[in-house]
């Protein structure tokens, strides 16, 4: 079964970039939709994006103009890159994989916080 | 976009059904069969429990069941037992954007 791990600064300051690196293992990232989700303290869940393992991506409509995700085959991982921060984007990130065409998430990481603070 | 409703919180006894709503538009739950449905206990990352509106993924027991009428889908459990005790979570193709949409979050409480 694939398991999936989110690595990256638990610690970002304001106005700053956010990156994280979700590490695939026990399967290939070939042939899978990869996704970013957050969830801020005590609240619900909200779909940032995803890139396929051709590399094209689809981001959500509100952080769009914020965030890029992007593969690296070779090294069976993908990542979040998050700019401009604000204590808003201070959340639990969870990556998650998700067959064609990515309409659900059938695997997920245990999820990393980061807190946006000076 | 704007997050898919669902009730703040629903309970039931040991072995009743309770059900869970999840209500959009015809942009997402209702113009798609795509609705999935997540189970998250306290601390842990979510759990697919439903996709494709009523698919089962393996493992998944035979007690939760989806459907979907017109805009609003719905997760039912039923024989509910402790362990169902977690927050559920819809979520939905939505065309605007190609986008994915969750819902709002249910917390089952088991009395």
């Known amino acids: 079964q694939v398991q999936l791990q989110e690595s990256g600064p638990g610690l970002v300051k304001p106005s700053e970039t956010l990156s994280l690196t979700c590490t695939v293992s026990?399967?290939?990232?070939?042939?899978?939709?990869w996704s970013w989700i957050r969830q801020p303290p005590g609240k619900g869940l909200e779909w940032i994006g995803y890139?396929?393992?051709?590399?094209?991506?689809n981001y959500n409509p509100s952080l769009k103009s914020r965030v890029t995700i992007s593969v690296d085959t070779s090294k069976n991982h993908f990542s979040l890159k998050l700019n401009s921060v604000t204590a808003a984007d201070t959340a639990l990130y969870y990556c998650?994989?998700?067959?064609?065409?990515?309409?659900?998430?059938?695997?997920w990481g245990q999820g990393t916080l980061v807190t946006v603070s000076s | 976009q704007s997050a898919l409703t669902q009730p703040r919180s629903v309970s039931g006894s040991p072995g009743q059904s309770v059900t869970i709503s999840c209500t959009g538009t015809s942009s997402d739950v209702g113009g798609y069969n795509y609705v999935s449905w997540y189970q998250q206990h306290p601390g842990k990352a979510p759990k697919l429990m439903i996709y494709d509106v009523s698919e089962r993924p393996s493992g998944v027991p035979d007690r939760f069941s989806g459907s979907k009428s017109g805009n609003t889908a719905s997760l039912t459990i039923s024989g509910l037992q402790a362990e169902d005790e977690a927050d559920y979570y819809c979520c939905s193709y939505a065309d605007s954007y190609t986008s994915r949409v969750f819902g709002t979050g249910t917390k089952v409480t088991v009395l």
């Open positions: 998650a994989q998700s067959r064609y065409p990515g309409y659900h998430f059938d695997y």
């Open positions: 026990g399967g290939s990232i070939s042939g899978y939709y």
């Open positions: 890139v396929s393992s051709s590399g094209s991506t």
